[in-house]
């Protein structure tokens, strides 16, 4: 998967809109942070940035493991009903995005 499909995924998955504006990919976000609905454009980007990674963790409840026999590399695992998904990567943010990329179709 490329990291823009990824990145779609989870925007899709957290509830974004996707929109290309004139200058960089951006998504729409409902939630002013207050509870509001006014809409506002947001960069986002979880692949590289911690507070949106993170917040993917909270959301789907998703644990968080470093795996031993293979050097380097971190494990991100959810479950949905009684379904897990879950992925390996050598980078957290990557490893955590491919998972919820993984989610199972509702």
Known sequence: MTDLELTKACAEAMGYQWSAPRHEAQWLNSDNGVGGLRKRW??????????????LIETFDMTITR??????????RAWEGSLSYEADANSLNRAICTAVANRPAK
């Open 42 to 55: 947001k960069h986002y980007d979880p692949l590289h940035d911690k507070a949106q990674c993170f917040a």
């Open 67 to 76: 795996v031993n026999s293979i050097d380097g590399y971190w494990r991100a």
